[in-house]
T-cell receptor
Framework: LAKTTQPISMDSYEGQEVNITCSHN???????ITWYQQFPSQGPRFIIQ???TKVTNEVASLFIPADRKSSTLSLPRVSLSDTAVYYC????????FGAGTRLTVKP | GAVVSQHPSWVICKSGTSVKIECRSL??????MFWYRQFPKQSLMLMATSNEGSKATYEQGVEKDKFLINHASLTLSTLTVTSAHPEDSSFYICSAGDTMWTGELFFGEGSRLTVL
């Protein structure tokens, strides 16, 4: 069984900030948290990775509380092209995906 | 970022034939590769984990004699679907981690298999 839980779907509008939270209650001390984006009929694409606190890159931010039992992917000012499925993945050896979150961005 | 390439991107075959899908890491050495299959509107399902030079570790419920995985070099892993049947039609995706990886995976483009 996957070690993560995410909302199945989310809707947003262009220009809004979107926050997707992932629960990972059994995260191990050495586990990193990685988020991927997948478009239909394509392999997933790396978005961001973090271990604790906050990480920011050119496309997203990742917020991780001190207990590391959850994480939140923040997408600033989404556009229609951000419509995709987003997966959080936890760990170093166990690469099983959860159900992911299907984000739909509307005009 | 690192590049992983899959080939073919799509294949159609007759029932009973075998199909081989290649997964190559183009600019790094992949000590570990993962194979997934994905049905429409569903998440990726891990099929097996392979380490270079050793036998693959298959997930529960995945037939190792049907889905043959070979990871003979640090840049190439292959998945062979033997005696394919229509129910094997799916989107197959490989991913690889480099020798310094912290859990970040690099994914191939995927291979869509259709068995008639």
């Amino acid at each position: 069984l996957a070690k993560t839980t995410q909302p199945i779907s989310m809707d947003s509008y262009e220009g809004q900030e979107v926050n997707i939270t992932c629960s990972h209650n059994n995260i191990a001390t050495n586990d990193y948290i990685t988020w991927y984006q997948q478009f239909p009929s394509q392999g997933p694409r790396f978005i961001i990775q973090g271990y604790k606190t906050k990480v920011t890159n050119e496309v997203a931010s990742l917020f991780i509380p001190a207990d590391r039992k959850s994480s939140t992917l923040s997408l600033p000012r989404v556009s229609l092209s951000d419509t995709a499925v987003y997966y959080c993945l936890v760990g170093g050896d166990d690469m099983r995906f959860g159900a992911g979150t299907r984000l739909t961005v509307k005009p | 970022g690192a590049v992983v390439s899959q080939h073919p991107s799509w294949v159609i075959c007759k029932s009973g034939t075998s199909v081989k899908i290649e997964c190559r890491s183009l600019d790094f050495q992949a000590t570990t590769m993962f194979w997934y299959r994905q049905f429409p509107k569903q998440s990726l399902m891990l099929m097996a984990t392979s380490n270079e030079g050793s036998k693959a570790t298959y997930e529960q419920g995945v037939e190792k004699d049907k889905f043959l995985i070979n990871h003979a070099s640090l840049t190439l892993s292959t998945l062979t679907v033997t005696s394919a049947h229509p129910e094997d039609s799916s989107f197959y995706i490989c991913s690889a981690g480099d020798t310094m990886w912290t859990g970040e995976l690099f994914f191939g483009e995927g291979s869509r298999l259709t068995v008639l």
